[in-house]
């Protein structure tokens, strides 16, 4: 079964400045997709971003870009200029053809005015 | 954009009960799927369905049946409610594909007693 990792239950950064969390997933499988999603406090999960694994272009979307590694099996995001509405979990996930999408246990981030 | 509603934010119920839990989207989405979210655990999958009356067992359906009668709701089923069933609850929809996104509804936080 696919496995993905976030080895950093809770992190912090300062309002305005750069922030990488990090994420590693197990697979055999060549063509997949990864995604991270935000779930701030007492709010919908939303879709952050999203990564084909077949595109070696880093996926980026307005402030919140992502360090894809394949080789590596690594899927870290990176948030710029952190702002208060960063506040959230974090989650990594994993998906391929035919099966379901799996989930990282979660990042807290916490943003410091 | 699209909605995923679920019937109730908080439920609290007691042990033995038959419980339900509705969710119901308004895209026309083919996958859904209930998910139970613990800290320090991530999003586990509960059941999922690609189609009405369609049903699937994901990683954890001890204890849960789920009915999907119509294509927009997905009702999640408690037989025997028991208190290591507290938790928060989220559905979420999405098209066919395993890049499509997936859409959550707010979450029920469920309480045993």
New interface residues.
Partial sequence: AQTVTQSQPEMSVQEAETVTLSCTYDTSESDYYLFWYKQPPSRQMILVIRQEAYKQQNATENRFSVNFQKAAKSFSLKISDSQLGDAAMYFCAYRSAGDKLTFGTGTRLAVRP | DVKVTQSSRYLVKRTGEKVFLECVQDMDHENM?WYRQDP??????IY?SYDVKMKEK?DIPEGYSVSREKKERFSLILESASTNQTSMY?CASTLQG??Q??H????TRLSIL
Avoid: I, M, V
């Fill in positions: 799927f320090g655990l991530g999003l586990r999958l999922f994901g989220l395993a890049h996104p997936q959550f509804g707010d979450g």
